[in-house]
């Protein structure tokens, strides 16, 4: 349960959300967010919980094997693989994310953040996003971390840690909000982000909170299923997933509540995308009492939560090559690591030297790949593995795994047979255009 909560809690609850919010209009887009969490979230959560505990192997082998046990095409073993591939997409650009956050330690640490104004703090993160060799050794620094771990094979240790790091996460979290209150103006943020105000629904917002539901989460890409194959048979698979999903949406909504009382204070732009929590929560950590020791704490737990989560990207890969190929844990870290550098490396550049160059739809590299993988591969990997688990898997299986009974175990099925695919399908399709075509 912690390597899952682990997983779950990272740069999607603290850097994430809250600048998606403001990107997409505020209050709508949270209201659909909670709305995904709890009718699309929590029950694919304890789908991929389940299918992993069943399979017992990597996504694409543990799927090959339920499909067999439920006599279907093992065709489904492509959901696996689609997984994997999403895990090393999202890797390359959460590692460069995660190099922002080192580079905020040491920033922290060196006391830059002192007194700074709103305006110096925007300024110091445009000058490192200016900056490619900067932004490359801290990439380059954090997937190394990631990748030692997982070339080692243990991360028991890191999980031990979380038993206290992700307690003192939320701890500092609220003395952030506490002093963000205070300085801040939290009945502005308050409005913002929770009066319900639907004119701002678009379908991009839409789809990107279902999407942002599935990242924040870690579903849909095999992750959590690694996981469940390690969860006891007595574990319930329903309580472990209420308990990560709360703590994971509380989480990031308050984070979103501290920026934004911080930002409607000083008048900044709620859109201003992803430097929004680096260009806000310095100007906090910098006014408040022992301000450089409590700024390092925070982005030394934001590194620490980013770590174990990119461990659980690149995992599932690994453990794919390792099951079916001569390679041996340590090569198969090594060649994956440097796929995900590589990738990376572009991300880097589509911050400075390549802003100007678009892969799709005008987006650039770093938006594509973040597109793609939380709009797109997520949520489909989602919806196949709720049809699988809602349409294919025999009753008594997912009885014996899921241990649900009553109304719990109806709004399983409820969600996995019909909410979850019609919601993913409408919100595909209405994205697509097609939606209006047929109206
Ligand atoms: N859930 C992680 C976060 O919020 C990101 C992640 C996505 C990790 C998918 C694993 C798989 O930061």
Do not use: C
């Not at 009066?195 to 579903?219: E, M, Y």
């Not at 408040?288 to 409590?294: I, R």
């Amino acid at each position: 349960m912690l390597a899952t909560a682990g997983s779950a809690i990272g740069l999607g609850n603290i850097w994430k959300l809250p600048y998606m919010i403001g990107v997409n209009g505020g209050s709508a887009f949270v209201i659909i967010f909670i709305a995904s969490i709890i009718f699309l979230a929590i029950p694919l959560m304890m789908t991929e919980i389940m299918l992993g505990r069943r399979g017992q192997k990597n996504p694409l082998d543990a799927m090959k094997s339920l499909a067999k046990e439920a006599n279907v095409s093992s065709l489904w073993s492509w959901v696996g693989g689609m997984g994997m591939l999403a895990g090393v997409l999202i890797l390359s650009f959460y590692s460069v994310v995660g190099g922002w956050v080192l580079s905020y330690v040491l920033s922290a640490v060196q006391g830059v953040f002192s007194n700074i104004s709103a305006e110096q703090a925007a300024n110091n993160f445009n000058n490192l996003l200016a900056q490619p060799l900067t932004l490359l050794m801290w990439h380059s620094i954090f997937l190394l971390m990631t990748m030692v771990i997982v070339a080692r094979g243990v991360s028991e240790g890191l999980e031990k840690a979380n038993n206290i790091l992700i307690p003192l996460l939320f701890a500092i979290l609220l003395v952030l909000l506490g002093y963000s209150m205070s300085v801040g103006d939290m009945s502005a943020a308050f409005t913002f982000m929770f009066s319900p105000d639907f004119s701002k629904v678009t379908s991009v917002a839409i789809l990107s909170a279902l999407g942002h539901a599935f990242f924040t989460l870690s579903l849909g890409m095999g992750a959590v299923m690694v996981y469940g194959s390690y969860l006891g048979k007595n574990e319930s698979i329903g309580q472990t997933t209420l308990f990560i999903a709360i703590l994971d949406t509380a989480l990031g909504l308050l984070t979103g509540l501290a920026i934004y009382a911080l930002v409607f204070a000083n008048q900044l732009e709620p859109g201003a995308g992803p430097g929004l929590i680096f260009q806000t929560l310095p100007i906090a950590l910098g006014s408040m009492p022992a301000g450089n020791l409590f700024a390092t704490l925070f982005f030394v737990l934001v590194g620490f939560a980013a770590w174990t989560s990119s461990i659980s990207l690149i995992e599932p890969a690994v453990a794919w090559v390792i099951e079916n190929t001569k390679l041996s844990r340590i090569m198969a870290s090594i060649i994956l690591g440097l796929t995900v550098w590589l990738i990376g490396v572009s991300v880097v550049l589509s911050f400075n030297e390549w802003q100007d160059i678009k892969i799709a739809f005008g987006l650039g590299i770093f938006d594509s790949l973040d597109k793609l993988t939380s709009t797109v591969m997520l949520p489909l990997g989602g919806l196949l593995m709720a049809i699988f688990a809602g349409y294919l898997m025999k009753k008594q299986h997912i009885a014996e795994e899921l241990g649900l009974h009553g109304w719990a175990f109806t709004f399983w099925k409820v969600t996995n047979t019909i909410i979850a695919p019609v919601a993913v399908i409408i919100v595909f399709l209405n994205l697509l255009g097609v939606f209006e075509k047929l109206f």
